[in-house]
T-cell receptor, first 112, second 114 residues
C-alpha cells in the first residue's frame, strides 16, 4: 500500500523562527509532490509543488525533495501566527492519473 | 483567485432527503475531479474519482448507490447524497487538476443532516 507519512505534531515554533515540516513516502515511482495548508474548517490550499530533486523557493516557503531518500520537506522562514494551520503533504505516483495520496498532516502552531 | 468553486457552501437537510453538491472548474477543463470527505479533526478521505463521460470510480467502502456522482461536462461534477442520515454530516470537498499536475480544491460544502 502506498503511504505518505507525516508527524502529526503539534509542532510549536516562536514567531520569526523557521518551521521545518517533514514527509516520507513509500512509492519510489512517485513523480510529483505537493504541500497544502489547511486552516481549521477550511479546504486545503496549494502552497508549493516540487517535481525534481533539490530545493524550490517561493517567498518564505522552501520545498526540498530527495527522491533517493524518499523524503520531502517544507521550510517556512520568519514564521507568523497566521501560518498556524495543518500542513498536508501529497504525492502523485504518476501512474494513477492525477490521484494524490495524502499524509495525515502536521499541525503547526506559531506562538507570538 | 479561486480556480475551483463549490455550491452550496453549507446545507442543512432532514434525514431521508437528498442533497446535491456542485463542483466547477472555473478557468480550465477537468476530465477528472475528485471528491473527498473530512470529519472534524480527521484527515481527508478520498471518496471517489469523477470521470467526464464515464462512470465514477469509488474507493473501497464508499456506497456508490448512496453517493451518486455525475461528471456532466468538462467543468462540472456533481455529488448527490441520497437518503441522507445524520452520520453523513461532514465536510465534502472536491478537487480538480489543472494542467494535468497541480490539484486545486474547492472551498468545500458543510453538510448537516438533522
Amino acid at each position: 500500500q502506498k503511504e505518505v507519512e507525516q508527524n502529526s505534531g503539534p509542532l510549536s515554533v516562536p514567531e520569526g523562527a523557521i518551521a521545518s515540516l517533514n514527509c516520507t513516502y513509500s512509492d519510489r515511482g512517485s513523480q510529483s509532490f505537493f504541500w497544502y495548508r489547511q486552516y481549521s474548517g477550511k479546504s486545503p490550499e496549494l502552497i508549493m509543488s516540487i517535481y525534481s530533486n533539490g530545493d524550490k523557493e517561493d517567498g518564505r516557503f522552501t520545498a526540498q525533495l530527495n527522491k533517493a531518500s524518499q523524503y520531502v520537506s517544507l521550510l517556512i522562514r520568519d514564521s507568523q501566527p497566521s501560518d498556524s494551520a495543518t500542513y498536508l503533504c501529497a504525492v502523485n505516483a504518476g501512474n494513477a492519473g492525477n490521484m494524490l495520496t495524502f499524509g495525515g498532516g502536521t499541525r503547526l502552531m506559531v506562538k507570538p | 483567485g479561486a480556480v475551483v468553486s463549490q455550491h452550496p457552501s453549507w446545507v442543512i437537510c432532514k434525514s431521508g432527503t437528498s442533497v446535491k453538491i456542485e463542483c466547477r472548474s472555473l478557468d480550465f477543463q477537468a476530465t477528472t475531479m475528485f471528491w473527498y470527505r473530512q470529519f472534524p479533526k480527521q484527515s481527508l478521505m478520498l471518496m471517489a474519482t469523477s470521470n467526464e463521460g464515464s462512470k465514477a470510480t469509488y474507493e473501497q467502502g464508499v456506497e456508490k448507490d448512496k453517493f451518486l456522482i455525475n461528471h456532466a461536462s468538462l467543468t462540472l461534477s456533481t455529488l448527490t447524497v441520497t437518503s441522507a442520515h445524520p452520520e453523513d454530516s461532514s465536510f465534502y470537498i472536491c478537487s480538480a487538476p489543472r494542467g494535468g499536475r497541480e490539484q486545486y480544491f474547492g472551498p468545500g460544502t458543510r453538510l448537516t443532516v438533522t
